[in-house]
């Protein structure tokens, strides 16, 4: 077999894949750049979002999951509400998350991932957001101590962040909720 048929073996492999991760149909993009024109975070982006679709579809996995793109993305639909053939961007890059996680393919130049691991062992653990616990956590693991700490005190004052949180009832229900999470997503989670 010559190297562009393989080649092609492995892009259409990876475009599947991604396509059964995402439950999208990446092969309708017309790379019509409405979803770039839209997005709040396109001025800042590594990759804009119609070129996540193009980059899927020719199989270039290490630039789609080692992208901070697909970690800046606000997930606020403008892209998918946007697009003349229904693509929507913000389950690719879920879809993307997800894989580059199984991977070890995260883009240093972002913290999202730990914060998500904060939030969802917080949910997990009292049942609701303990939004000082959350922040103190995450300043100590990416040690960005002192990065907004003049927002500390409107925010107190505010009552936006109090300082303690009790925990809600039904940790066995949320447990079981998190189980299946983890089976749907092929015990990756």
């Given at each position: 077999m010559?190297?562009?048929?393989?080649?092609?073996?492995?892009?259409?492999?990876?475009?599947?894949?991604?396509?059964?991760?995402?439950?999208?149909?990446?092969?309708?993009?017309?790379q019509?750049?409405?979803?770039?024109?839209?997005?709040?975070?396109?001025?800042?982006?590594?990759?804009?979002?119609?070129?996540?679709?193009?980059?899927?579809?020719?199989?270039?996995?290490?630039?789609?999951?080692?992208?901070r793109?697909?970690?800046?993305?606000?997930?606020?639909?403008?892209?998918?509400?946007?697009?003349?053939?229904?693509?929507?961007?913000?389950?690719?890059?879920?879809?993307?998350?997800?894989?580059?996680?199984r991977?070890?393919?995260?883009?240093?130049?972002t913290?999202?991932?730990?914060?998500?691991?904060?939030?969802?062992?917080?949910?997990?653990?009292r049942?609701?957001?303990?939004?000082?616990?959350?922040?103190?956590?995450?300043?100590?693991?990416?040690?960005?101590?002192?990065?907004?700490?003049?927002?500390l005190p409107?925010?107190?004052?505010?009552?936006?962040?109090?300082?303690?949180?009790?925990?809600?009832?039904?940790?066995?229900?949320?447990?079981?909720?998190?189980?299946?999470?983890?089976?749907?997503?092929?015990?990756?989670?």
């Open positions: 010559n190297a562009s048929l393989a080649s092609t073996g492995q892009q259409s492999g990876f475009l599947a894949e991604v396509e059964r991760e995402s439950h999208g149909n990446l092969s309708a993009c017309l019509c750049k409405k979803c770039t024109s839209g997005c709040p975070v396109a001025g800042w982006a590594d990759i804009k979002a119609h070129e996540l679709v193009r980059l899927a579809q020719f199989g270039l996995k290490d630039e789609l999951l080692g992208s793109m697909i970690w800046d993305c606000t997930s606020c639909q403008t892209c998918a509400t946007r697009c003349p053939q229904k693509v929507d961007i913000a389950s690719l890059n879920d879809a993307l998350r997800r894989m580059s996680r991977a070890g393919q995260v883009n240093g130049k913290v999202l991932p730990v914060f998500n691991d904060i939030f969802l062992r917080t949910v997990r653990k049942g609701r957001m303990y939004e000082a616990g959350l922040m103190a956590s995450f300043k100590l693991r990416t040690l960005r101590l002192f990065s907004d700490m003049g927002k409107m925010m107190l004052w505010k009552g936006k962040m109090p300082l303690w949180s009790a925990k809600v009832s039904g940790r066995k229900q949320r447990e079981e909720l998190f189980r299946r999470a983890r089976e749907m997503d092929g015990g990756h989670s």
